[in-house]
């Protein structure tokens, strides 16, 4: 038995001083297993953004520590920290954070470019990352000229290109109809139970919430699980 390949242990985060200070998130702990699936699920301003981006290592807690596939990625320095999230975590971020002269076959293959693989299987994974979110026919085209459903689905594809042991999703079908919502999400409960992904989704979408092995409730910063 391997131990959890995501632990969030007592994770606090205050934002601002004085008047506009804003306890984000309240000593949130939880843990993911390889091949699960958790969904993190609350209203609009209850953390959710906060404990992801927390457990990716992109902002640092006030209290607490988060562990990817047993490595501590919080007060990591910035060299450990970059090769966790380029090698161990797969981030879907809430805006997408598409790089905008790339186009979406670039945009998918920008993790593998740090990998150690051939060019050849580069590119056959970039394609069949491409095929696997329906963006044949707009592999060539920049995110500008895509629409937002497009675009998140470069974010999804691009997140879980590299295999990563860890995946974060920020709210990944919330630009989506609800027909490319559920092949999203079945792309990524897929992709999760074939290579025992351990996986943390932000969501407030029901039908992400039926695909998840856990869900945890979020209030005020708080985990409800
Ligand atoms: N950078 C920031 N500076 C100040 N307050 C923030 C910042 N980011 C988030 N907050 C506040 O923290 C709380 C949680 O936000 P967030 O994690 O984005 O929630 P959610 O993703 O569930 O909508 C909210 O009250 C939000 O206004
Ligand atoms: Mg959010």
């Known amino acids: ?33 390889a091949g699960e699936l958790v969904v993190v699920r609350g209203p609009s301003g209850s ?9 990716a290592g992109l902002d640092d807690p006030d209290e607490g520590a988060v562990w990817v596939d047993g490595a501590k990625i919080t007060g990591a320095t910035e060299t450990e920290g970059a090769r966790l999230r380029r090698e161990v975590v797969g981030f879907v971020d809430q805006e997408f954070a598409l790089v905008p002269f790339l186009t979406a076959a670039e945009n998918i293959e920008l993790p593998l470019r740090a990998s150690r693989l051939a060019a050849r299987e580069r590119r056959a994974r970039t394609r069949e990352m491409v095929d696997a979110v329906g963006l044949s026919d707009h592999s060539a085209q920049r995110p ?18 590299h295999r990563p042991r860890v995946l974060l999703a920020d709210e990944p079908t919330a630009q ?25 989704v932000a969501s407030h979408d029901t039908s992400v919430a039926e695909r998840a092995d856990r869900v945890i409730e979020i209030h005020d910063g708080r985990l409800r699980g």
Do not use: C, F, W
Request: aromatic share 2%.
């Open 47 to 55: 953390g959710k953004t906060t404990l992801l981006t927390l457990a």
């Open 144 to 161: 500008e000229e895509m629409s937002g459903g497009q675009q998140q689905r470069v974010a999804v594809a691009r997140a879980l290109v």
């Open 1 to 33: 038995m391997t131990g959890p390949l995501l632990r969030v242990e007592a994770l606090s985060r205050v934002y601002g001083t004085g008047s506009a200070r804003t306890v984000a998130l309240r000593g949130a702990t939880l843990e993911v297993r």
């Open 176 to 200: 989506l109809d609800s027909a490319t919502a559920s092949s999203v999400i079945s792309l990524l409960a897929e992709h999760v139970r074939r290579h025992g992904t351990a996986a943390l």
